[in-house]
T-cell receptor, first 114, second 111 residues
Framework: GAGVSQTPSNKVTEKGKYVELRCDPI?????LYWYRQSLGQGPEFLIY????????DSGLPNDRFFAVRPEGSVSTLKIQRTERGDSAVYLC????????????FGSGTRLTVV | GQNIDQPTEMTATEGAIVQINCTYQ??????LFWYQQHAGEAPTFLSY????GLEEKGRFSSFLSRSKGYSYLLLKELQMKDSASYLC????????????FGTGTQLKVEL
């Protein structure tokens, strides 16, 4: 597609539930990133894919968070047993391999855990 | 780690010039980005500096001094639509393309 697409744009869930957030990157972009942004803060790195594999998952806060990218395109961020502290905007970004002039963010999914 | 520091808020007048500063720890540093983020929207790329000096792009310019761990974003001929958060982000060596962001500087442009 023309840009990075994230669905849903908003998600409200109850504490303890499981959620999946989807990211559809720009066609042909090999690198895909997930960030989380809390109100008044800058984006915080979660995980980075190069192709199908997670090249760096050091930002995932704990084992309730998991992400996949099985065919090297669409990625899903999965959060188990959600907690109120997980409430944030989850941003996805993609870039061509080797690009050094910034990547393109999607509009994000606003997750609210009640 | 990579601590990125920038002012929380700034206010400027339409038509004026404003400079937003950013400091960072130099260890492991491999480049510095500036992003603009309007409320409720995704960050959009503004500039990237990897070498010392000034990069100019229309009304926006970005400066980097690697030895001082210092960068600034300069916005000229301010317009009301420039009211937004400006995020400074460092790129680390060996970190793929992973960015470490500051908390952002909220710029308010007034008449």
């Amino acid at each position: 597609g023309a840009g990075v697409s994230q669905t849903p744009s908003n998600k409200v869930t109850e504490k303890g539930k499981y959620v999946e957030l989807r990211c559809d990157p720009i066609s042909g972009h090999t690198a895909l990133y997930w960030y989380r942004q809390s109100l008044g803060q800058g984006p915080e790195f979660l995980i980075y894919f190069q192709g199908t594999g997670a090249a760096d998952d050091s930002g995932l806060p704990n084992d309730r968070f998991f992400a996949v990218r099985p065919e090297g395109s669409v990625s899903t961020l999965k959060i188990q047993r959600t907690e109120r502290g997980d409430s944030a905007v989850y941003l996805c970004a993609s870039s061509p391999q080797g690009q050094d002039y910034g990547y393109t963010f999607g509009s994000g999914t606003r997750l609210t855990v009640v | 780690g990579q601590n990125i520091d920038q002012p929380t808020e700034m206010t400027a007048t339409e038509g004026a010039i404003v400079q937003i500063n950013c400091t960072y720890q130099t260890s492991g540093f491999n480049g510095l980005f500036w992003y603009q983020q309007h409320a409720g929207e995704a960050p959009t790329f503004l500039s990237y500096n990897v070498l010392d000096g000034l990069e100019e792009k229309g009304r926006f310019s970005s400066f980097l001094s690697r030895s001082k761990g210092y960068s600034y974003l300069l916005l000229k001929e301010l317009q009301m639509k420039d009211s937004a958060s400006y995020l400074c982000a460092g790129l680390l060596t060996g970190g793929g393309n992973k960015l470490t962001f500051g908390t952002g500087t909220q710029l308010k442009v007034e008449l």
